[in-house]
């Protein structure tokens, strides 16, 4: 039998709150910094948060035609059961993290019709750092392009 923990109660105000949620950065997160080394360590070498191509993906190899999307399973909704959704302003939680979800896969979709591969990785999955590796070299192939 669960027992019943009693609901936490957040001890910033919600002006507070919202203060420190709006510096949450978008660019060279810790996830995407751990796949940026291991891609350098493997020799691989990318260009960084293209705004030429739909979605700024996070590490892009213009030659290859591929791009690399890191996101946080909460941000994007991975579904993974490591993130837990807010109690407090849940229409407004719904509606922002739907239409982040929407926008991935409009992006990957643009992506695709412009014959871009697309790989995307999720923070739970950094966890396994040799699985990680393995993912990352299946997707990119040999790290010298003819």
């Not at 996830?31 to 030429?52: A, D, F, M, N, W």
């Not at 959704?85 to 239409?99: C, G, H, I, V, Y």
């Amino acid at each position: 039998m669960k027992s019943r923990q009693p609901p936490r109660i957040d001890p910033l105000s919600p002006s507070e709150r919202s203060a420190r949620m709006a510096l949450v950065r978008g660019k060279n997160t810790k996830p995407e910094l751990i796949v940026r080394k291991i891609l350098h360590c493997l020799g691989y070498r990318y260009r960084l948060h293209s705004t030429t191509i739909p979605g700024r993906p996070d590490i892009v190899f213009p030659k290859r035609k591929k791009v690399i999307f890191v996101h946080g399973c909460f941000w994007h909704q991975h579904g993974c059961g490591h993130y837990k959704m807010p109690q407090s302003r849940t229409e407004f939680w719904n509606s922002k993290l739907a239409a982040n979800k929407q926008r991935d896969e409009l992006n990957i979709a643009r992506l695709k019709e412009l014959s871009w591969d697309c790989l995307t990785l999720w923070e739970c999955e950094l966890r396994d750092l040799n699985s990680l590796t393995e993912k990352l070299v299946i997707f990119l192939g040999p790290t010298r392009m003819p």
